[in-house]
C-alpha cells in the first residue's frame, strides 16, 4: 500500500509551500490569506528510488463557521489515512491556542507525528524552535519554505519510515470501483462476487474500509478491490464525502483496472474529474460504468447521445470503454468481465522490436516530425521496455526538440496499429548517444 503523509497546521503557517517544494511544483495556490487551502490537494514524492503521497490540507482554526468546520473535518479524515503527519507550525511565535488545538486532534488520531517549524528564516529563529518541545512530540526540523530550506532533513526523516508495497499476486487480475457516494459501488461488488461481502446502503459514505476479495472465474484469478474508506478507526463525517479523494489512491495505485462508476441520472460531479484524473495519470485504464440506466427516459439513440455528450465534457477518455447497466435490477452486468479481461490484455501486452519500428516506420511516412528552430528532427528506432502500460523508448537526435503534438500523434498511430484503445501508453525519448536517460 502507498505510503501517505499529510501536512496539518492553523491557517498561514506556510503548509502550501511547503507542500510545493517537496513536490517540485506550484500545485497548491499560495497566498498570505488564511483558508486558501480548502480541498485536501495531493501528488506524489520521490526521494532515492522511494515514493510516497502527500497530501496538503486547509488551516485548522477555532472560529465555528461551517467552512472552518469542513476544513477541520477534511483535515481529520486527511489524518485518518495518513501513515504520518507533518505538523507545521510558525517558528516566529509562541505556540498559539490554534496549534494546541491541533496537537490535541494529532494526540486523539494517535498518528507519528513530524513537527516542522516553518519560517526559520535567519539563525536567530532557530532558538524559538525549542519551545514547541512543549507539544509533546520527539522530532522538530526547522526549515524555510520561503527559501526552500531544510526540505530534504524533512525527506531524510521521511525515508526510513516507508514502507514497501505490500505483495500482490502477479497472476490476478486486479480491479477497483471508484466513484462518488451512492452510485452503487457496493451493490455492484456484493452482485460480483454473488456474496453480502460488504454492507450495502442507501446512506452515503456506508463503506468504510478498503474490502480486497479475491475469487476465481473461468479459471482466472482476480483480487476486486471496494473502494476505500477510512483504514482506521475513528470518527467519520458522512457530510465531507465530497472531499474524500485521497480514499480512492490506495485503490487505483493497487489495481490494473478502474471501474469508474457514475450516476446516469446525477452525470458526472467535480469530484469525479479529480478522482478519474488521478486514475488516468496513474495510466490506469478505465471503464466508465453508467449505472442506474435504468431511470433514465429512453428515445431515439438516448445511449449514443449520453456516449457523446459525457466524452465531450471529458475528451480524456474519448476512448474508454463505456457500459449501460441497472445494478438493481441486474442488467448489462454481464459486460463487465469481458471489458476487464480485454483492458488487463491490453494493459499487459507485449511487441517485438520489429512490430514496434514497423509501426514507427509507417507513422513518419505518413507525417514527418517538424522541424523545431531550423533542426531536423531524427527518430532512428525504437523498442518496447515495460508493460502495465506498454512503455516505449525512442532513440532520437534531440529529444529536447519533439513537440507534444508529434508525441500525442505517435501514441494515437500505435494505439490504432496495435488495438490499444482505452489505454494510456508512456513514451520516453533518449537521444542516441546516452548512455542513460536522465
Known sequence: MSFIVSIIGKPNVGKSTIFNRLIKSDKAIVQDTPGVTRDRLYDKVEYQNKFFNIVDTGGITLNEDDFSHDIKMQAEIAMEESDLILFVVDARHEITPEDELVSEILRQSNQQVIIVANKVDNPQIRDNLYNFYSLGYETIIGVSSLHGNGMYDILDEVYPLITDEEEIEEDAIKFS?????????????????????????????????????????????????????????????????????????????NSDVILWLIDADRGIVEQDKKVLGYALDQRKPVIIVVNKWDLVTKETNTQKLYEKHLKERMPFVADSKMLFVSVKNKKGLKNIMPSIDDLYAKYTKEFTTSQVNNVLADAITSKVPPSYKGKVIKIYYAT???TKPPRFLFFVNNKEIIHFSYKRYLENQFKKAFGLEGIKLKFQFQNKNEKKDQ
Open 177 to 253: 470501483l471508484i466513484g462518488m457516494p451512492n452510485v452503487g459501488k457496493s451493490s455492484l461488488f456484493n452482485l460480483m462476487l454473488n456474496a453480502d461481502r460488504s454492507i450495502v446502503s442507501t446512506i452515503e459514505g456506508t463503506t468504510r474500509d478498503a474490502i480486497d476479495v479475491d475469487f476465481i472465474e473461468n479459471g482466472q484469478k482476480y483480487k476486486i478491490i471496494d473502494t476505500a474508506g477510512i483504514r482506521r478507526r475513528g470518527k467519520v463525517y458522512e457530510k465531507v464525502e465530497k472531499y474524500s479523494v485521497l480514499r480512492a489512491i490506495r485503490s487505483i495505485e
Open 384 to 386: 518496447q521496455i515495460g
